[in-house]
């Protein structure tokens, strides 16, 4: 006999049954679903909606080894170009990250064995508060989701704690030093982001307690194969809440970010990271990063794995626009001051929906 929770499919795209905490892996799998139920089914919000693609733009790359560079115009170039990244873009992939490719491969295959775990299994780790420092689900948030996205996800937070589910065996230990080695190289950006503002290299680690204190999340997604992949979306578009994510994929193209009113295309280059830029880089450069707009779509064929590892500031720190940023009065500050706690939860609680939370602190 089946399962009481097995979705039950009949010939209509209207008549799925599928309680909320069913994977999509699982849904995915079943040889029954041939459509898009209509739960899935995505419709643009107008914010959002018929911007082109555009395959043309060319995604800004950032040489990490220039940044580190002991020459001193080497390291200035890199600066700069980081700096254009961040305002022209909010998007760039970084090359030459010195983080072994060996780990960023064994972390994937880590990822994958995690999803392939049984359903009961992956329930253990099904988290009920956003904070929670491990959740398992589906979908966003699937108790307020209007609508549902063909995603399965893991969320772990892993700094200034590390917390991780113990099972696969290895898969803990092996994401721990991926993690670190991903903060590194995030830090390393974010000294070449503060001095590109024009302030002290460790101005914005100072500000809001990045090293120490900072959040870091590692959140894997599934995407499994879609049968009508142009009527769901994987993620609906958004920013995201931190300073600055990267993320890995399993060679798999799906993501699309907003550049210039169109959507682009991005394709990983082999063993490079492609780094969005989030809503607090946004509110501590007083608006001159805007926080990037990125979605992530769907394909009938395989299915796409990817690891997005973003940082904030401390938990505790109300985040305001860097005080050097505003002084003089020539720039006033553009968003009012939150706790980086609350925002993150309000971002959490909610549907998922582009700037939604952002606009609360806009002046
Ligand atoms: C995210 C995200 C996109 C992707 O996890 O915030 O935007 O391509 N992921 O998986
Ligand atoms: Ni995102």
Redesign the pocket.
């Known amino acids: 006999m089946a399962p009481a929770t097995d979705p039950v499919v009949t010939q209509k795209p209207s008549t799925i049954v599928s309680p909320n905490s069913i994977t999509i892996k699982k849904l995915a799998e079943s040889s029954q679903v041939t459509f898009v139920p209509s739960n899935y089914t995505y419709t643009d919000t107008p914010q959002y909606e018929a911007v082109l693609i555009d395959n043309e733009a060319k995604v800004p790359i950032v040489d990490f080894s220039l940044l580190t560079s002991s020459s001193p115009e080497l390291r200035s170039k890199a600066i700069s170009d980081l700096g254009k990244a961040c305002e022209d873009w909010g998007f760039f992939l970084v090359i030459n990250h010195g983080v072994p490719e060996e780990l960023m491969k064994a972390v994937m295959d880590g990822t994958l064995r995690f999803f392939d775990l049984s359903e009961e299994e992956k329930h253990e780790y099904e988290g009920k508060h956003v904070l929670d420092p491990i959740r398992c689900g589906t979908s966003f948030n699937a108790s307020v989701d209007k609508v549902l996205f063909w995603r399965d996800f893991l969320k772990v937070l892993v700094h200034p704690e590390f917390h991780f589910p113990d099972k696969p065996t290895g898969f803990s230990e092996l994401s721990s030093e991926y993690c670190k080695r991903t903060r590194e190289v995030t830090w390393e950006l974010l000294k070449g982001i503060s001095e590109s503002l024009g302030l002290e290299a460790d101005y914005l680690d100072t500000a809001l307690n990045v090293k120490t204190e900072g959040l870091q999340i590692f ?1 894997a ?1 599934l995407y499994p194969p879609c049968p009508q992949p142009e009527l769901a979306l ?2 609906p578009p ?1 920013s ?1 809440h931190g300073l600055l ?1 990267l ?1 890995i ?1 399993n060679g798999i193209g ?2 699309q970010v907003q550049h210039n009113g169109k959507w682009v295309n991005v394709d990983a280059v082999p063993n490079s990271y492609l780094v969005n830029t989030g809503d607090h880089l946004e509110i501590f450069s007083n608006g001159k990063y805007k926080s990037n707009i ?1 979605r ?1 779509t769907l394909n009938n064929k395989a299915t796409r794995v ?1 690891i ?1 590892v973003p940082t904030g500031p401390s938990l505790d720190v109300v985040v305001t626009p860097a005080s050097k940023l505003v002084e003089n009065g020539h720039h006033p500050p553009a968003y009012v001051g939150m706790k980086y706690k609350d925002y993150l939860e309000l971002q959490q609680s909610n549907m998922l929906d582009g700037k939604a939370i952002l606009d609360r602190v806009r002046m």
Do not use: E, F, R, V
């Open positions: 959140i997604n994987g993620m958004h995201d994510t993320l994929q799906g993501l990125h992530a990817s997005a």
